[in-house]
């Protein structure tokens, strides 16, 4: 999908938009500044980013691009990029964003997939994302619109052979459906679709950054989450990791952007609490309701009312009446009505010193 400079579009987490100098960027949440989106930089091209990353490597109709991984993209765009900042009065501060007049292009997730699976083609991925959708709907009883696609097969990077198939799930209802079919699918013998996570070998030999969260702790949690699968493709003779991620019907977006706000930096934090609500931990961000009961180390507060975290690997980490151990930044949010205190994980220094986990007793 193409604009013209400075025309609008409504987007959403997942959403994508290209500058013009070809960096592709994600649009990140849901509360935006009315100036344009905060976002998160996925993608640029060699011609002004190169990567020794051997997995960053990608290429499109003879044009190579490089992935951004961890925090690269935040630094890139600092020091090579800013005017792809805008400006968040509550953080007064300001965040990887793009203007409403610096888009060139979009793409959405939902308009992407239905087109690819309009397309007559033999491309084995393609193939295989026509096959799983269908398996997939059939024992959910969802559609294909409920559906769309991220990463490759969205900006066209994919390979036939080598790709992944990530795709997105829209609502919180249809994730719930979505979940459930996955765990049935999980369960029969015949089924080409099996947990990712089944056991430990997923992690095997692979390098670790977390340190407060162990291996054995990540394969856990992801487990559980039900979104995370192998599809066996028969006719390509290979197996496909699978990918649901979960962003929010539009009736269920609402923009919490307010320049009336304050968000002040408290320093860190570890603690341990109860999780009293759940119904924002499948998003980005993901939004835990909380009761703290005991602060391990950092500032004492009261009224910790919630975790919000921005970091992928802790979405849909922890359920309702689960006790889990946090560590990351307490912060004041200071409203015109209202004070309050939250823990946010985020990318920034310290990344992987950060953590959400169940704490094992409690399960």
């Known amino acids: 999908m193409y604009l013209a400079f400075g025309l609008r579009r409504r987007l959403r987490d997942r959403d994508a938009l290209e500058t013009r100098e070809g960096l592709i960027f994600r649009v990140y949440g849901y509360s935006h500044p009315p100036v344009g989106y905060v976002c998160d930089v996925e993608y640029a091209p060699e011609t002004i980013y190169k990567s020794a990353e051997q997995r960053a490597f990608r290429a499109k109709r003879g044009r190579v691009y490089y992935k951004f991984y961890s925090d690269e993209g935040l630094r890139f765009v600092r020091e090579r990029y800013p005017q792809y900042t805008v400006w968040y009065e509550p953080l007064q501060t300001r965040l990887v964003g793009v203007s409403h007049n610096q888009i060139l292009k979009t793409r959405k997730p939902q308009e992407i997939f239905q087109r690819l699976l309009g397309r007559r083609s033999r491309d084995s991925l393609l193939k295989a994302l026509r096959k799983l959708s269908n398996l997939v709907c059939e024992v959910s009883g969802l559609s294909e619109t409920d559906f769309g696609v991220f990463g490759s097969l969205l900006h066209g990077f994919y390979h036939p052979r080598f790709s992944d198939l990530d795709m997105v799930i829209y609502g919180r209802d249809k994730l719930g459906k979505l979940s459930e079919a996955l765990e049935t699918l999980y369960r029969w013998e015949s089924s080409t679709l099996r947990n990712e996570f089944e056991d430990e070998e997923v992690v095997r030999g692979k390098r670790w950054r977390f340190l407060n969260y162990s291996p054995r702790e990540f394969v856990w949690h992801q487990r559980r989450k039900m979104v995370y699968a192998l599809f066996r493709d028969e006719e390509s003779n290979r197996v496909v990791k699978t990918e649901f991620e979960p962003v929010k019907g539009w009736s269920e977006i609402r923009n919490d952007y307010s320049p009336d706000w304050r968000i002040v930096k408290k320093g860190r934090v570890k603690a341990l ?28 507060v009261e009224n910790v009312r919630q975790v919000v975290s921005y970091v992928e690997e802790f979405r849909l980490q922890a359920k309702r009446d689960e006790v889990v151990y946090v560590e990351g930044n307490l912060e004041q949010v200071v409203a015109s009505n209202e004070t309050f205190h939250q823990i946010t994980l985020t990318y920034g220094p310290r990344y992987y010193e950060q953590v959400l986990k169940v704490v094992e007793d409690s399960v």
């Open 273 to 300: 609490a109860r999780v009293t609500d759940d119904s924002g931990a499948p998003f980005i961000p993901s939004i835990y309701s909380v009761d703290v009961f005991e602060i391990l180390n950092g500032v004492r």
